[in-house]
């Protein structure tokens, strides 16, 4: 304990100077010399005290008191104690910092409370939104993508393709639809080529809402290789080896990372904008078309998603064509859904394409044949004759004056064309099951019996009258049945121009991804599962 101010070292001195005296007169002088001793030093330490301690200051003097305790016996939560005190006369400096220490205790554990729960909130939504994984994505060598899109003249050897990959696949901006779509909504037109899926895709998951930037927390991984621009220049006049050259270098570039070899690429995807059979030669024959990418061994565990699938291949998902409309809020979808609904149609059906001399008993010519002497209930539009380009004006006000577009075969079992009708609320008439059966299972409504038709295409060839025949036996209020499922599925087959997607409203992307995510954890469930029951099985024996 410090001296207090009316003490001083003399008259502490006479105290003990008599209480000498006392003891001596009842001990003996040899005892006496170490209570002496003892006192001297006692004395000395006190003095020294006196000297150097600070006087003691009012508290009412300053903001802040400091408790200095001194113990015979230091222990280490006064040394803590001390560094706590001094940082914070520091902090005292500080005004801010300050008022903050000056609230009550109750009120900042209660705002402390708050950040916590707004913090678990946030976690949780984010947990939820993303509720089967994320996505990583491989940052590839330019040459598979970017460079393909730089040197975009070369991508075909007939025409430059600059057009078609332009604003991050979309193409540039529609023009000519005055007559056709209101002002309000022709920003949101594009003349979008069939092809460009890869470079969409691309472009969207780079900002999706599920994007990992760290590989470890990924579930699923996004190989961004522009396989359809890739082969597009060389799928003719070159050997087969030339055509399997860009796919094989970069499966040796993707083998070699460390996320590959975890599940032998079980876990990886990729989007192919062209068809399918571009990819699944089969021979070595310079003659066979297209390359052998989907043949090749890297790539029998690699999940694919394409604007048509092999029906025979559970690796493969088919996901819609781009179409020419691409919504950036969902107000858009909402006044071009009633726009459809509303429109007058005076066609019963319609058909767009054009024949192909070089196919013998080539199924469009019979359906433009049998179109053109049908004058009063179907409407043509001869692309042989007219400017067919992607989502051109003439394509579109067909489908949005017919009741029912007819839908054969194109260069695969599906076409682009077939998401053109829909989007104007035209009813498509298939006439072969690869058409619509196992396709686009993620986007379309099941059954599909439900909003198109089927005819077999061989006993359409037999007797063409009965495409009438059979359509004059849907209602109005059938017809009106079928668009309204068309128009309400609208947003799921239509890939947004925003790279946040639409809101509240999935598009074609959103769906695809989600499901590519809930495939692979599922995936990674069922492999855990199998590897539980073998170490149960393991440990019982």
């Known amino acids: 304990?410090?001296?207090?101010?009316?003490?001083?070292?003399?008259?502490?001195?006479?105290?003990?100077?008599?209480?000498?005296?006392?003891?001596?007169?009842?001990?003996?002088?040899?005892?006496?010399?170490?209570?002496?001793?003892?006192?001297?030093?006692?004395?000395?330490?006190?003095?020294?005290?006196?000297?150097?301690?600070?006087?003691?200051?009012?508290?009412?003097?300053?903001?802040?008191?400091?408790?200095?305790?001194?113990?015979?016996?230091?222990?280490?939560?006064?040394?803590?104690?001390?560094?706590?005190?001094?940082?914070?006369?520091?902090?005292?400096?500080?005004?801010?910092?300050?008022?903050?220490?000056?609230?009550?205790?109750?009120?900042?554990?209660?705002?402390?409370?708050?950040?916590?729960?707004?913090?678990?909130?946030?976690?949780?939504?984010?947990?939820?939104?993303?509720?089967?994984?994320?996505?990583?994505?491989?940052?590839?060598?330019?040459?598979f993508n970017k460079d393909l899109l730089n040197n975009c003249h070369d991508l075909d050897p007939w025409s430059s393709r600059c057009n078609a990959v332009s604003n991050g696949g979309l193409g540039p901006k529609a023009t000519g639809l005055e007559s056709i779509v209101q002002e309000n909504l022709r920003s949101a037109w594009y003349w979008t080529d069939m092809y460009s899926a890869e470079v969409i895709y691309h472009e969207r998951i780079l900002n999706y809402k599920c994007r990992t930037l760290n590989p470890q927390n990924a579930t699923a991984f996004y190989i961004p290789f522009y396989a359809g621009l890739a082969i597009g220049k060389i799928l003719w006049f070159t050997t087969a080896k030339e055509r399997d050259r860009p796919s094989e270098h970069?499966?040796?570039?993707?083998?070699?990372?460390?996320?590959?070899?975890?599940?032998?690429?079980?876990?990886?995807?990729?989007?192919?904008?062209?068809?399918?059979?571009?990819?699944?030669?089969?021979?070595?024959?310079?003659?066979?078309?297209?390359?052998?990418f989907l043949r090749m061994p890297l790539m029998k565990n690699v999940l694919r998603?394409?604007?048509?699938?092999?029906?025979?291949?559970?690796?493969?998902?088919?996901?819609?064509y781009p179409t020419a409309f691409h919504p950036q809020f969902e107000t858009e979808i909402k006044q071009w859904q009633d726009l459809v609904r509303s429109r007058n149609r005076s066609s019963h059906f319609c058909f767009v394409g054009a024949v192909r001399k070089k196919i013998k008993n080539d199924f469009r010519e019979v359906l433009m044949n049998y179109c053109k002497n049908e004058t009063g209930s179907c409407k043509v539009v001869d692309c042989s004759v007219a400017h067919c380009y992607d989502g051109a004006p003439a394509i579109l006000e067909a489908f949005l004056d017919s009741d029912f577009c007819l839908q054969p075969k194109g260069d695969g079992f599906t076409r682009r064309s077939m998401f053109d009708c829909m989007l104007a609320g035209s009813i498509p008439v298939y006439f072969w099951e690869g058409s619509f059966k196992t396709q686009y299972e993620w986007h379309l409504p099941l059954p599909s019996e439900d909003y198109s038709v089927y005819m077999d295409h061989n006993e359409v060839r037999n007797d063409t009258s009965i495409v009438r025949k059979v359509l004059d036996k849907f209602s109005k209020e059938d017809v009106k049945r079928m668009r309204e499922i068309l128009i309400d599925a609208m947003p799921k087959y239509l890939y947004a121009r925003s790279n946040q997607g639409l809101g509240s409203s999935n598009d074609a992307f959103d769906i695809a991804i989600d499901e590519v995510l809930r495939r692979f954890k599922q995936q990674r469930e069922q492999k855990q599962i199998l590897e539980n029951t073998r170490n149960t099985e393991n440990s019982i024996e």
């Open 1 to 143: 304990m410090l001296p207090s101010e009316n003490s001083s070292p003399r008259r502490t001195f006479k105290k003990l100077r008599n209480s000498f005296h006392l003891i001596k007169s009842q001990v003996g002088f040899h005892h006496c010399k170490w209570f002496l001793l003892i006192i001297l030093i006692q004395v000395t330490f006190i003095l020294f005290l006196a000297g150097t301690s600070p006087p003691t200051t009012p508290p009412q003097h300053h903001r802040h008191n400091h408790h200095f305790q001194i113990s015979s016996k230091p222990h280490k939560h006064n040394k803590d104690q001390s560094r706590h005190n001094i940082h914070h006369q520091k902090q005292s400096k500080d005004h801010s910092q300050n008022v903050q220490d000056s609230k009550p205790k109750k009120e900042q554990q209660k705002q402390s409370k708050n950040q916590v729960q707004k913090q678990l909130a946030k976690a949780k939504e984010s947990h939820n939104e993303c509720e089967s994984g994320r996505v990583y994505v491989y940052d590839l060598p330019t040459k």
């Open 250 to 292: 970069m499966l040796q570039w993707v083998k070699d990372q460390p996320y590959w070899n975890k599940n032998n690429g079980s876990d990886h995807f990729l989007m192919l904008g062209r068809l399918t059979w571009a990819f699944r030669r089969k021979t070595d024959d310079d003659s066979d078309w297209g390359t052998s």
């Open 305 to 320: 998603l394409s604007v048509e699938k092999n029906p025979w291949d559970d690796l493969e998902v088919s996901v819609p």
